[in-house]
DNA sequence: GGGACTTGATTGAAAGTTCAACCATCGGCT
DNA sequence: AGCCGATGGTTGAACTTTCAATCAAGTCCC
């Protein structure tokens, strides 16, 4: 009874605008995290010569049994391409953090292996890390405020998830 | 009346470690916000051809006078050093989305100043990102929840503001 | 067994970011 | 005016991340 362009095509179109809370809350974000981030990595690297990446790796092989991961298993729980872990764990072998070894039950697998000396350096590193999580975000939010974001973020890694590597 | 270590260094030593909530949501806040940045960068890089950084630099420009901010300026707003700025710019220039000019106040000053066709392809790339940002982040938190998290990143970035660029 | 296809990991080059050094200009001070 | 420290911006090299290509080993299926 109209001429109007179909059903899909109009979705297609439509694009949902932010208001104007929603942008300022989105760039709240942006920024926050970013400083965050560049703050936290700023605080590894002049304490302990570390990255922040560097250092998210350290603490999965610390917590792993043997303290050995495999790198598509680590790639996936930090979120990087296989490509960038095998860059960064080469650079951990050659500061001696880090070992490779083969995997037993498959022929194609190359685990990595955390070194007395990297738990060293993790261990001392960790303090400076943990304390400022805890002094520029957890300090920074209510208890409510601060499980809110844990459920957002967790629906975001949800939906997200083990994507596109 | 007692010989333990002054006050000042036990404060020092005492690293205050999170409790196991607490690290669940900062991992959440880690894992969540990279797949989120990668999943908004890709989509603008694959529909526009644009980084996240670029897209950026580009809104602010679009919204300033004269579409036109100094390159300063321009790394405060969005957080990034003075160097990355001019690496950017310089990108942006080439692909004719941006001209350099000088500012007319203070002769060391050069503005960046966006051209029409950097706001033609802005206007496209808006579409993409301001979906993006409403189906993998709006729409993953209540009301309160987005206010929350507002509220936490605007305290974040208030703690650690405008810094050492 | 032997394709065909998928997955695990590496490689090297291109692209982007950081870092330190640099030059020019501004602003204050004497 | 002339000096001095701070600010604005650029540069090139070092470093990190991405991207596409490659190779090896696993899986599936006939």
Request: proline letters at 2%; one cysteine or more.
């Amino acid at each position: 009874m109209n001429d109007r362009p179909s059903l899909e095509l109009a979705e297609v179109n439509d694009t949902p605008w932010l208001s104007t809370e929603q942008q300022h809350v989105w760039r709240a974000f942006l920024g926050g995290s970013t400083v965050l981030m560049d703050q936290l990595d700023r605080d590894l690297r002049q304490a302990h010569g570390l990255s922040m990446s560097e250092y998210e790796i350290l603490v999965r092989l610390s917590e792993a049994p043997d303290r050995s991961i495999r790198m598509a298993e680590l790639a996936a729980q930090v979120a990087h391409s296989r490509s960038r872990i095998t860059h960064t764990i080469a650079r951990l072998e050659k500061a001696r953090m880090v070992t490779r070894g083969q995997c037993s039950t498959d022929g194609r697998g190359v685990t990595a292996v955390l070194t007395d000396h990297g738990f060293a350096v993790l261990a001392e590193a960790a303090h400076t890390h943990v304390r400022g999580v805890h002094d520029y975000l957890v300090a920074n939010a209510s208890a409510a405020e601060f499980e809110a974001l844990g459920r957002i973020m967790n629906r975001i890694t949800e939906q997200l998830g083990g994507r596109s590597f």
